[in-house]
């Protein structure tokens, strides 16, 4: 879909390239007349410029024959004149027929002949200043020069033809260029016509099409503008009652909040006073973990000190042993004591009763022995069942300890848990204060807010009117684009 | 433990006072010499777990039993070879020679005086110095004919001479031991 700029600009665009190559072709066939012009103008000089010389050989010519007829020196002013001219002649007319190697053959011929004609004049002349007419005309031989002047006229006929024929050629060249530039002319304008009346046509086209159309939704927006502008001021109505009644339960809110404020600190106060309570059951709890400890040493001590007692008691038990195992041998030594003093009868009698005794003697022994056992046994007895009683003890203690460590470990939660609680509430604290600073800035938006919803309403009331004067330009501009009413 | 201690500690010492006093008592007194001869000395020992006594006078030693030297012969109850105060003496189980089957574990070794011959026997409870009233005659005990009160228990007393005789004769191809007697003689009992 092309829009209308972008026709209007290429019928633009095709206007200046018809209008270029109509410049451009005039302006071709003008510069072609001018150089022809040009061309034309030189080849009549050049023709000036034979005719000339022509009329300057038959004037010394002329002179010349004068002079010998008369012998009086005026006669020579012709001839003086063209032996004064015909130098500067043929330099000006050698770079007029530059261009043409024709013509500059001839010219040297005709220059050649023109140099004898010359000479045979000057000769004559001298011939004649020294000497009588008749001695003269014997000398010279009038017929030569008649010859020599028909030979240069004969090329310098050549030329003024030859510069004829380019004329004529030239002519002709000037005929077809000025056709050129008619054509040209012509062609152009009829297509610069044809060109205008299309993009006119289209351009008429497309403003009471498309424009037309854009108008026709322009007109649409702006009814629909309107209605919306209304809307917008309804609703910029409500909000404002709305911020005014949010602004009103903001107020109770920002006085909650330095309620909250102010409780929260009481319990910051609150849980410091917990958090101190709960260091000093730490240090009372410090202090009954070692004398639970203390006890715990004594009781290690006591445990320690019935083992050595047992194990002194096992010692007593091997003296014992050892004790015991002298009374059987003495008591096997009295037996045998005896036996030697019944062998030696009468004589052994009284060997026999100290014998006896010895015997009795290792007797108590072993039985005193056996008594000191019995009662190491009780005593090893006793220190078994005292050390297994102060390692129930011990385990009992053991497990107070680690009660005691248990209720320390939950004292140190409880007092970190207080920390935590007063940190906390000091966030709350803080938190609240910055609920309230929030609340007063939102309360000052809401005023804002409140404001701008009024402007809002006013400017929905303007911009209904803009949208009102909107659909009155959108109807004239459709009138002036299709030039009938819709 | 302190009460435990004094309870006991009291008849302790009553008993070494009395000891003491026995001990004194056996300087002071005057020796009974003429009344020996009726004073029978008595070895009480077990076998097979029952109690038996040996009389002291048929003994000439008695110590603890040690390895015993094997010897190569084929005599009922002989163990090896015992050594002795320097002799050489054949070793055999008492528990064997009265007819109770051969001894499992031997302790003590009783050297006789009658014979060169040494008996083993398993346990040894120790010796009474008897009176003739503690000798009492006993028709049932097992093999014997006489008992002795020793320490309120009465013990079969074991006749080494009959059994000495019987090993003597076992070993000159004479019947074996089973029919030996422990009859007690009464100049045995005066020695």
Not at chain 1, 265 to 280: C, D, F, K, N, W
Not at chain 2, 63 to 90: D, F, K, R, W
Request: glycine share 8%.
């Amino acid at each position: 879909m092309w829009t209308f700029g972008r026709k209007l600009s290429m019928g633009f665009a095709l206007s200046f390239a018809l209008l270029l190559l109509i410049g451009t072709l005039a302006y071709r066939g003008v510069d072609l007349l001018t150089q022809t012009s040009y061309q034309v103008t030189r080849t009549h000089a050049a023709l000036t410029h034979v005719e000339a010389l022509m009329s300057l050989m038959k004037d010394a010519e002329t002179s010349q024959r004068g002079y010998l007829l008369s012998g009086e020196d005026p006669y020579l002013d012709p001839y003086r004149h063209a032996v004064a001219n015909l130098p500067r002649q043929l330099a000006e007319l050698r770079p007029l027929i530059r261009d043409n190697p024709g013509q500059q053959a001839r010219l040297n011929q005709a220059t050649a002949m023109i140099e004898g004609l010359m000479q045979l004049h000057k000769e004559r002349i001298e011939s004649r200043r020294t000497s009588t007419i008749e001695a003269a005309m014997r000398v010279q031989g009038l017929g030569e020069g008649k010859r020599r002047m028909d030979e240069l006229r004969a090329v310098i006929s050549q030329m003024e033809e030859e510069e004829n024929d380019l004329l004529r050629q030239r002519a002709q060249e000037v005929e077809s260029a000025a056709t050129g530039v008619r054509m040209a002319i012509v062609w152009g304008t009829v297509a610069g016509a044809l060109l205008v009346l299309a993009a006119a046509l289209t351009l008429n086209r497309a403003l009471s099409g498309q424009v037309g159309t854009a108008v026709k939704h322009v007109q649409r927006s702006s009814a629909e503008l309107q209605a919306a502008a209304n809307q917008q001021a309804a609703g910029a109505r409500e909000t404002a009652t709305s911020m005014t009644e949010i602004s009103t339960t903001i107020s109770e809110l920002l006085a909650t909040s330095r309620q909250i404020a102010d409780s929260a600190q009481r319990v910051v106060v609150i849980a410091e006073q917990t958090a101190g309570l709960a260091r000093g059951g730490d240090g009372t709890l410090q202090a009954a973990r070692e004398t639970i400890a203390a006890m715990r040493r004594q009781i290690d001590l006591v445990v320690d000190h019935m083992l050595d007692l047992g194990r002194k008691s096992q010692q007593i038990g091997v003296v014992m042993d050892l004790v015991g195992e002298l009374a059987e041998q003495t008591n096997i030594l009295a037996i045998n004591a005896t036996i030697e003093a019944t062998v030696a009868g009468d004589a052994g009698r009284r060997f026999s009763v100290v014998a006896d005794e010895i015997r009795k003697l290792a007797d108590r022994m072993t039985a005193s022995t056996k008594e000191i056992r019995l009662q190491i046994d009780d005593v090893r007895g006793a220190v078994n069942t005292t050390v297994m009683a102060t390692e129930t003890g011990s385990k009992a203690v053991d497990a107070g300890a680690r009660q005691f460590d248990d209720v320390a470990a939950t004292f140190a939660k409880i007092a970190g848990q207080v920390v935590t609680t007063t940190d906390a509430a000091r966030e709350i604290e803080l938190s609240t204060k910055q609920q309230a600073t929030a609340v007063e800035q939102l309360n000052v938006a809401l005023s804002n807010t409140a404001q701008a919803s009024r402007e809002t309403e006013a400017s929905s009331g303007q911009t209904s009117q803009t949208a009102t004067e909107l659909a009155e330009m959108s109807r004239d501009l459709l009138r002036l684009v299709q030039a009938q009413p819709t | 433990m302190t009460l435990d201690r004094s309870d006991r500690s009291d008849p302790l010492e009553g008993q070494l006072d009395e000891w003491r006093a026995a001990f004194d008592r056996s300087f002071a007194e005057p020796r009974r010499l003429g009344d020996d001869d009726a004073v029978l000395d008595v070895l009480g020992i077990r076998i097979a777990g029952d109690p038996f006594a040996l009389n002291l006078a048929d003994l000439a030693g008695l110590q603890p039993a040690m390895p015993a030297a094997p010897y190569p012969a084929t005599a009922p109850g002989l163990l090896g070879l015992a050594g002795h105060q320097g002799q050489v003496l054949p070793l055999y189980d008492l528990r064997a020679l009265i007819g109770r089957g051969a001894a499992t574990a031997v302790r003590w070794w009783a050297i006789a005086r009658a014979a060169p011959l040494a008996l083993a026997f398993e346990g040894f409870d120790g010796q009474w110095r008897l009176t003739p009233g503690d000798r009492l005659q006993q028709s049932d005990a097992a093999g014997t004919g006489w008992a002795v009160r020793c320490g309120g228990a009465l013990r079969p007393l074991i006749e080494l001479e009959g059994l000495i005789a019987a090993v003597a004769g076992s070993q000159l191809g004479e019947p074996s031991a089973g029919s030996f007697t422990t009859t007690t003689s009464a100049g045995a009992a005066g020695r």
